[in-house]
């Protein structure tokens, strides 16, 4: 398969695909390859051992197809793969490739979003227990004080369709009280789970005046733009004007019906085996 070296980016199923979005808006002539684990989806409860295995299984996937850059727009896979990734596997066997997360970008500006030096996290129990956010703030914004909470039945509630129904009112508002409740001067959100901007309406019902709610794909896109800038010679050998390809490991026709809600475009995907049977 030649894909004219793509960007490669990867989530545990759908939710990467708002980050996507966000890429191919700010990014729109660059080539892409997205990649959603779905047969092995959701990633959130998985210990790091496996989320690790399934990450580096997707990304190798990703570099056979040409890919010399790959983006996981995933913060459970960010959180517990990224930087054993970086560190352990490309100097050893791909030393001319890149993998980037969604976490240190996000960190980077997530507290210029904040006047009560206040921020809540929400994401999958992966990512609220890696402690990934708090620790990397700090590097940034040392005085901001950053509190969790991890919201385990959005993602499915998302992926059914059902967040914008009633029946999701009383997970959103669970969450939303059991975070507030640590800190009731925070004044900013960040939605640390790809899926989780496809709750925005929901959230706003029941969300207090004066807070804001962060989503990804924006900070993610531009600091990927940053980053080409300052790569030349990684952006000079991106290939330009294909349209994006997705694949899955899932079943590909209930990946096309669910993608098309967090891409709000149609999409037709190509199952691929070789994870799946794994």
């Not at 967040?163 to 409740?181: I, N």
């Not at 004007?241 to 019906?257: I, L």
């Amino acid at each position: 398969m030649n894909n004219s070296n793509a960007i490669g980016v990867f989530d545990s199923g759908y939710g990467g695909l708002t980050v996507f979005k966000s890429i191919i808006k700010e990014l729109p002539d660059y080539n892409y390859i997205y990649l959603g684990d779905n047969a092995r989806a959701p990633y959130g409860d998985h210990p790091y051992e496996i989320v690790y295995q399934y990450t580096l299984e997707c990304v190798e996937w990703l570099f056979a197809q040409g890919c010399s850059l790959v983006i996981l727009a995933c913060n459970t896979a960010s959180a517990k793969a990224l930087r054993s990734i970086q560190q352990k596997v490309l100097p050893v066997k791909y030393p001319n490739h890149r993998v980037l997360g969604v976490i240190r970008p996000t960190a980077e500006v997530i507290g210029n979003y904040t006047t009560s030096q206040t921020i809540g996290v929400m994401g999958t129990r992966g990512t609220i227990n890696s402690r990934s956010y708090p620790l990397e703030i700090e590097k940034f914004f040392p005085a901001v004080n950053v509190v969790q909470q991890s919201c385990p039945m959005w993602v499915p509630l998302i992926e059914n369709n059902e967040h914008l129904t009633p029946g999701a009112d009383h997970f959103v508002q669970k969450y939303l009280q059991e975070l507030l409740s640590q800190a009731p001067n925070l004044d900013c959100i960040l939605l640390a789970c790809t899926h989780y901007p496809l709750l925005v309406p929901k959230l706003l019902e029941f969300l207090p005046e004066g807070i804001q709610l962060v989503s990804q794909g924006e900070i993610v896109a531009s600091s990927l733009n940053t980053y080409l800038l300052n790569h030349p010679e990684i952006e000079a050998k991106l290939g330009r004007n294909e349209p994006p390809k997705f694949f899955t490991s899932g079943d590909a026709t209930v990946f096309n019906a669910r993608a098309s809600l967090f891409f709000e475009e149609n999409v037709a995907s190509t199952q691929i085996k070789a994870l799946q049977d794994r």
